[in-house]
T-cell receptor, first 114, second 116 residues
């Protein structure tokens, strides 16, 4: 069965600093990969997704993620963090053929200091 | 993207009672999903609800505890039955808009349930 690991439970960065959130997955082939963001009291919003093709994907709010097959990783990055980016970030995988059923990582809580 | 409305947004319930959560989508969707997010944890899929058929439950979840209805292509309900404090969670409805394999899920804002 597939699994997702987000090694960092909590990250604090200063506003304007760069950000990288780590995500590693376990699956025998290439899965579909997603990053979602959850603001306090809100549902999940899709930031970006990877299905195939270019391994560097662009998302909303200035986020990007890079799929690295050799490392089974799909890390989320942003060059300059804004205070409004403070939220919980979830990496998720979907299996081709059952892509709508997602397996989520445990999440990384991002705190932004001014 | 779809607009997904969940009701109630939050509730505090006594153990032994049941709560029905509603999920309304502003467009017709084939597949709807119910997830649970326990405090401090990630999301776990409870079941998949397709219109016109019985819901499909994931391992560890049963229909008697989490009955689901899907009367049409824009609406679904999840009932949390005979609640205990362990059921305190956020329950999220999600939809697959296009019904194609490459379609990501869109989520409602969730229902925050506290069982006392």
């Amino acid at each position: 069965a597939q699994s997702v690991t987000q090694p960092d439970i909590h990250i604090t960065v200063s506003e304007g600093a760069s950000l990288e959130l780590r995500c590693n997955y376990s699956y025998g082939a290439t899965p579909y990969l997603f990053w979602y963001v959850q603001s306090p009291g809100q549902g999940l919003q899709l930031l970006l997704k990877y299905f195939s093709g270019d391994t560097l994907v662009q998302g909303i709010k200035g986020f990007e993620a890079e799929f690295k097959r050799s490392q089974s990783s799909f890390n989320l990055r942003k060059p300059s963090v804004h205070w409004s980016d403070a939220a919980e970030y979830f990496c998720a995988v979907g299996i081709p053929g059952t892509a709508s059923k997602l397996t989520f990582g445990t999440g990384t809580r991002l705190q932004v200091t001014l | 993207s779809a607009v997904i409305s969940q009701k109630p947004s939050r509730d505090i319930c006594q153990r032994g009672t049941s709560l029905t959560i509603q999920c309304q989508v502003d467009s017709q969707v084939t597949m709807m999903f119910w997830y649970r997010q326990q405090p401090g944890q990630s999301l776990t899929l409870i079941a998949t609800a397709n219109q016109g058929s019985e819901a499909t439950y994931e391992s560890g979840f049963v229909i008697d505890k989490f009955p689901i209805s899907r009367p049409n292509l824009t609406f679904s309900t999840l009932t949390v039955s005979n609640m205990s404090p362990e059921d305190s969670s956020i329950y999220l409805c999600s939809v697959d808009i296009s019904g194609t394999e490459n379609s990501p899920l869109h989520f409602g804002n969730g229902t925050r349930l506290t069982v006392t």
